[in-house]
């Protein structure tokens, strides 16, 4: 069961590296297509940009959460404590790690935190 565990750990630390590398060309190239751009143009061209660039800033926020999530997981993979849910304080569900590998909850702690959230949200 153990040898499980750390081969599963290992397959998660890998798409963990995989995804942060992902996001950071990601970031990257979004950074470079937003300061090329021709800053000249009439008004109609400058909207367009305008609204570009707001989209790229959402897009960049998106990204800098995911990358905080992914630095989380690899330091909870560091710590030994990768795969613990942070509501029940079981195992996280393998194939749940396996699609979400930064996850910090299993099912039944994301139905919980979900609840909690609505009864709270009024």
Known sequence: MEAEM???VEECKRKLLESKADILNRVKDARRDLYIEDKGGDEADQTVRVLAEA???TLHERLRHQLLEI???LARIDSGTYGICEETEEQIEPDRLLAIPWTRLSIEGAEIRESLKKRYAR
């Open 55 to 57: 989209e790229t800033l």
């Open 6 to 8: 750390k081969r599963l």
């Open 71 to 73: 630095e989380l997981a």
